[in-house]
């Protein structure tokens, strides 16, 4: 059977695992990627699945954490992402980073090595015609304004727009270790997957008032008015919602223990290994608008960083996101014309992974929908059922507005809660303990994923 090419617009994590989904069932693909042709913002290279804000997927760890489930239910499903990662990963305790690179170079290389693979670079402007027949929108964060425009005149609804931002990244043999040292909190993982420096009280409030009172980077126009999404937020607005904030958040000094001083540290800032190499150090947390003179001036007045040398310097970037509850459909095709579906962040899904996770789930949607098979979303016990459930409406009762969707990151509260009160253990049944839960709903949600693997492979 001759079927047509699909096209993608989008080359990050959701377009290309999205290509790799419909190549493994032979169904050949067009990818289009403007980055080669026009730049954007925030990107430093043309490569295909380019990492900006952060080198890590977040946490491994399957059985307690959302994100490592997701991970695991990735794997189960073919994902390019995870198996890049697998071959270019670098410490980082008990989460999953990666060279960045290494990373990049692995996917384009497997998607430009497949025979049914064609890369087109070009800015796509306009709503693709109608003679390209399904398509996948995986534009990401950085969509660019006239697509985005053009998406907005079929929808009818008003852009959400926020900013992730960049943490800076410092070159490693610039670190004062008589002052510095390597632990991960409560010696996770290796035990020593991040580098700390340390702070007393006096020199953390001074570090307050220097982000807080710091000259930030002018917002240009379309920069005004911006809610900053939780879970990448620039220190400077962190600190302004009280002194304390930070030192009990990214800098807080919990499970560490300074080898140079008897002294308990009030506040610890962490960096994290950003390169396969391990010559460049992530400064953990430490996304912010603050102009670069001022960053170098402050940030070299932690200890341990006096003399330090930066590889790149904070900054924030435009994420462009779709009212997708009231937009798409439980199959991410948009209600008003089917024949485009939507993958990654634009979708709003907030991460890396869930990014890569949606375009998953738009490739076997749309490749089960080429071949003519029937599918249906993973269960809502499983990450992937429970960000589909989200993004497409399940997050609050109704269809959504757009004055109260926000982009999500996955975890276990967007999951429905455990039906039973008690399970097994040593052959006897006893009521689950909160430190059971999340354990419970890993296992719940991998069991539930392969029955729904099975009977899609079935059907």
Same mark, same amino acid.
């Given at each position: 059977?001759?079927?047509?090419?699909i096209h993608? !617009?989008?080359g990050?994590?959701?377009?290309?695992?999205?290509a790799?989904?419909?190549?493994?069932?032979?169904?050949?693909?067009?990818?289009?990627e403007?980055?080669? !042709?026009?730049?954007?913002?925030?990107?430093?290279?043309?490569?295909?699945?380019?990492?900006?804000c952060?080198?890590?997927?977040?946490?491994?760890d399957?059985?307690?954490?959302?994100?490592?489930l997701?991970?695991?239910?990735?794997?189960?499903?073919?994902s390019?992402?995870?198996?890049?990662a697998? =071959?270019?990963?670098?410490p980082?305790?008990?989460?999953l980073?990666?060279?960045?690179?290494?990373?990049?170079?692995?996917?384009?290389?497997k998607?430009?090595?497949?025979?049914?693979?064609t890369l087109?670079?070009?800015?796509?402007?306009?709503?693709?015609?109608?003679?390209?027949?399904?398509?996948?929108?995986?534009?990401?964060?950085?969509?660019s304004?006239?697509? #985005?425009?053009?998406?907005?005149?079929?929808?009818?609804?008003?852009?959400?727009?926020?900013?992730d931002?960049i943490?800076?990244? =410092?070159?490693?043999?610039?670190?004062?270790?008589?002052?510095a040292?390597?632990?991960?909190?409560?010696?996770?993982g290796?035990g020593?997957?991040?580098?700390n420096?340390?702070?007393?009280k006096?020199?953390?409030?001074?570090?307050?008032e220097?982000?807080?009172?710091?000259?930030?980077?002018?917002?240009?126009?379309?920069?005004?008015?911006?809610?900053?999404?939780?879970?990448?937020?620039?220190?400077? =607005?962190?600190?302004?919602?009280?002194?304390?904030?930070?030192?009990f958040?990214?800098?807080?000094?919990v499970?560490l223990?300074?080898?140079? $001083?008897d002294?308990?540290?009030y506040?610890?800032?962490?960096?994290?290994?950003?390169?396969?190499?391990?010559?460049?150090?992530?400064?953990?947390?430490?996304?912010?608008?603050?102009?670069?003179?001022h960053?170098?001036?402050?940030?070299?007045?932690?200890?341990?960083?006096?003399?330090?040398?930066?590889?790149?310097?904070?900054?924030?970037?435009?994420?462009t996101?779709?009212?997708?509850?009231?937009?798409?459909?439980?199959?991410?095709?948009?209600?008003?014309?089917?024949?485009?579906?939507f993958?990654?962040?634009?979708?709003?899904?907030?991460?890396?992974v869930e $990014?890569? #996770?949606?375009?998953?789930?738009?490739?076997?949607?749309?490749?089960?929908e080429a071949?003519?098979?029937?599918?249906?979303?993973?269960?809502?016990?499983t990450?992937?059922?429970?960000?589909?459930?989200?993004?497409?409406g399940?997050?609050?009762?109704g269809?959504?507005?757009?004055?109260?969707?926000?982009?999500?990151?996955?975890?276990?509260?967007i999951?429905p809660?455990?039906e039973?009160?008690?399970?097994?253990v040593d052959?006897r049944?006893?009521?689950?303990?909160?430190?059971?839960?999340?354990?419970?709903?890993?296992?719940?949600?991998?069991? #539930?994923?392969?029955?729904?693997?099975?009977?899609?492979e079935?059907?």
């Open positions: 059977m001759s079927i047509s090419p993608i !617009i989008g990050g994590m959701a377009g290309t695992e999205a790799w989904q419909l190549l493994q069932r032979d169904i050949p693909v067009i990818l289009h403007m980055r080669g !042709i026009k730049t954007t913002n925030a990107h430093q290279t043309d490569g295909l699945a380019e990492l900006v952060s080198n890590s997927f977040r946490s491994d399957t059985e307690n954490n959302a994100v490592g997701l991970h695991e239910e990735m794997r189960r499903l073919g390019l992402m995870m198996e890049a697998e =071959v270019a990963k670098v980082a305790g008990s989460a980073a990666v060279d960045r690179d290494v990373f990049s170079d692995y996917v384009q290389s998607l430009l090595a497949h025979p049914l693979f087109e670079r070009g800015e796509v402007d306009t709503i693709p015609p109608e003679d390209w027949g399904n398509v996948i929108i995986a534009t990401g964060p950085l969509t304004e006239k697509l #985005a425009q053009a998406v907005l005149d079929i929808t009818g609804v008003d852009e959400l727009q926020f900013f931002a943490a800076p990244i =410092v070159y490693k043999d610039t670190i004062n270790f008589d002052k040292w390597y632990q991960s909190r409560y010696d996770k290796d020593a997957d991040y580098i420096c340390p702070m007393t006096e020199q953390y409030y001074q570090f307050i220097d982000i807080t009172d710091g000259e930030k980077s002018d917002f240009k126009d379309w920069e005004q008015d911006i809610p900053f999404f939780e879970g990448c937020m620039p220190i400077e =607005v962190m600190a302004g919602r009280g002194p304390e904030t930070l030192a958040g990214p800098m807080k000094p499970g223990t300074n080898p140079h $001083s002294e308990k540290p506040a610890v800032v962490q960096l994290r290994q950003d390169n396969k190499l391990g010559t460049l150090y992530n400064m953990v947390g430490f996304q912010t608008k603050l102009k670069y003179g960053q170098k001036d402050t940030f070299r007045k932690i200890p341990g960083l006096e003399k330090a040398e930066f590889a790149r310097l904070g900054g924030l970037h435009r994420n996101f779709i009212n997708s509850p009231k937009l798409l459909d439980d199959q991410l095709r948009l209600r008003s014309m089917p024949r485009l579906r993958a990654g962040q634009i979708t709003g899904v907030e991460g890396y $990014s890569g #996770a949606m375009g998953i789930m738009a490739g076997r949607f749309l490749a089960a071949l003519g098979e029937e599918i249906t979303p993973p269960p809502i016990v990450a992937f059922g429970a960000l589909i459930n989200h993004i497409t399940g997050h609050i009762e269809a959504g507005t757009a004055k109260t969707f926000q982009p999500m990151n996955v975890n276990f509260g999951m809660p455990l039973e009160k008690k399970h097994e052959g049944m006893v009521k689950i303990k909160r430190k059971d839960r999340k354990p419970l709903k890993s296992k719940r949600a991998l069991e #539930a994923l392969e029955v729904w693997l099975h009977q899609t079935k059907r």
